[in-house]
T-cell receptor, first 111, second 111 residues
Framework: DAKTTQPTSMDCAEGRAANLPCNHS???????VYWYRQIHSQGPQYIIH???NNETNEMASLIITEDRKSSTLILPHATLRDTAVYYC????????????FGSGTKLNVKP | DADVTQTPRNRITKTGKRIMLECSQT?????MYWYRQDPGLGLRLIYY???????NKGEISDGYSVSRQAQAKFSLSLESAIPNQTALYFC??????????FGSGTRLTVV
């Protein structure tokens, strides 16, 4: 699986959009981009995933660049409860082996 | 009830003791996983199982064993616990290309 690069930490004001970047320059054509988050030692929570088209669900939007070498997770209206570590993971859809969780980005949402 | 339930939530045990961590799920998923998380690190895969008759080692399986008693149950054992197995342990399930569903974790301390 392709590896990812994320900033170690980011700050965001409550009510504003949080934009979390991820670089995955070695991504292969059959690999998806997944986003998870982990709130203070709880189990990681699935957020969203996509292949090449932008995706949106009730939690977030995922924007993938045309060359698929990077992506951005957008939380449209961040709240204090969105403070967490966010993991960007690249994995082939039918690679049932595992997810590689790197160090992620610690998002601090401030009042 | 949670989709993925781990017991116990917290456990302190002595070096050399055998300990079992249990995981049960109501998702109906065939695939189950055990991860450990250490402070400042991402999640590392210990073992995974695609069905009751299928068990596979992950990247850090030494010192651990697992049992898949049923589709819904996947337990992790430490045959002879040692202090560097002190960590947060997560069980997860998945189905096909979907994301994982994680349990709330077991915090294990080996003294």
């Amino acid at each position: 699986d392709a590896k990812t690069t994320q900033p170690t930490s980011m700050d965001c004001a409550e009510g504003r959009a949080a934009n979390l970047p991820c670089n995955h320059s070695t991504i292969s054509g059959n690999e998806y981009v997944y986003w998870y988050r982990q709130i203070h030692s709880q189990g990681p929570q699935y957020i969203i995933h996509g292949l090449k088209n932008n995706e949106t669900n009730e939690m977030a939007s995922l924007i993938i660049t045309e060359d698929r070498k990077s992506s951005t997770l957008i939380l449209p209206h961040a709240t204090l409860r969105d403070t967490a570590v966010y993991y960007c993971i690249v994995r082939a859809l039918y690679n049932f082996n595992k997810f590689y969780f790197g160090s992620g980005t610690k998002l601090n949402v401030k009042p | 009830d949670a989709d993925v339930t781990q017991t116990p939530r917290n456990r302190i045990t002595k070096t050399g003791k055998r300990i079992m961590l249990e995981c049960s799920q109501t998702k109906g998923h065939d695939r189950m996983y055990w991860y450990r998380q250490d402070p400042g690190l991402g999640l590392r895969l210990i073992y995974y199982s695609f069905d009751v008759k299928d068990i596979n080692k992950g990247e850090i399986s030494d010192g651990y064993s697992v049992s898949r008693q049923a589709q819904a149950k996947f337990s992790l054992s430490l045959e002879s616990a040692i202090p560097n197995q002190t960590a947060l342990y997560f069980c997860a399930t998945s189905e096909g290309g979907d994301g994982y569903t994680f349990g709330s974790g077991t915090r294990l301390t080996v003294v």
